[in-house]
């Protein structure tokens, strides 16, 4: 084959594969960016102050759930747990930091500016509503896996023999199952 074929094809394949992939937006921030896109001054800082405390009280959700794990000295979930708020704090600092740049942006008429920093904002609110959804799936797991369940088995029959395995070539109906390997 020649190689400037194969690289057509390839280019070819990516450009199909890798577009639709590329279009999806799995946490919203596009969404999130074009739904309020339009909006006015005011309303892009009500919707920055709004977004900056519902970060803040993420940051509080997923703190208390690390101090449940580590009273209850769970490593796993505490390293879980660590990890995202660490990112929460740190998209804070930068949502909180966007917005105070946003609203000198928008007192000196520099719209360009302020639906930059209103991006940020968007996208910090959207990696935070995802950080925190991990955070409770982290500390949900950890609690699951570690409520243990002991299940006792009594065997019934002639002194008390397991039974023995079933015949399984047969259905029961008078018809025998299909091979499935090779090596029966």
């Known amino acids: 084959m ?11 394949l990516s450009s199909v594969l890798i577009a639709p992939a590329m279009a999806q ?6 969404s999130e960016i074009e739904r309020t896109a339009t909006t006015s001054p005011q309303e892009k800082i009500a919707y920055a102050e709004s977004s900056n405390q519902e970060i803040r009280d993420a940051e509080k ?5 690390l ?17 995202r708020l660490t990112s929460v704090r740190a998209l804070l600092q930068v949502s909180e930091s966007a917005e105070l740049q946003m609203k000198d942006a928008i007192a000196i008429g520099d719209d360009d500016r302020a639906n930059h920093e209103f991006r940020k904002i ?4 959207s ?26 088995w009594e065997v019934e029959g002639p002194d008390s023999v397991a039974p023995t395995t079933p015949d399984l070539t047969t259905t029961g109906v008078g ?10």
Request: glycine share 6%; hydrophobic share 40%; aromatic share 2%.
């Open 2 to 12: 020649n190689w400037k074929i194969g690289v057509g094809i390839v280019t070819l």
């Open 25 to 30: 937006d799995p946490m919203g921030v596009s």
């Open 61 to 65: 959700q997923i703190a208390k759930l």
């Open 67 to 83: 101090e449940a794990s580590r009273k209850d000295g769970d490593a796993e979930a505490i390293e879980c747990l660590v990890n």
């Open 122 to 125: 968007a996208v910090a609110i």
């Open 127 to 152: 990696k935070t509503r995802m950080l925190l959804a991990e955070a409770q799936r982290c500390a949900s797991d950890q609690q699951l896996q570690s409520g243990t369940t002991l299940t006792e």
């Open 175 to 184: 018809i025998t199952p299909p091979a499935v390997s090779p090596f029966r």
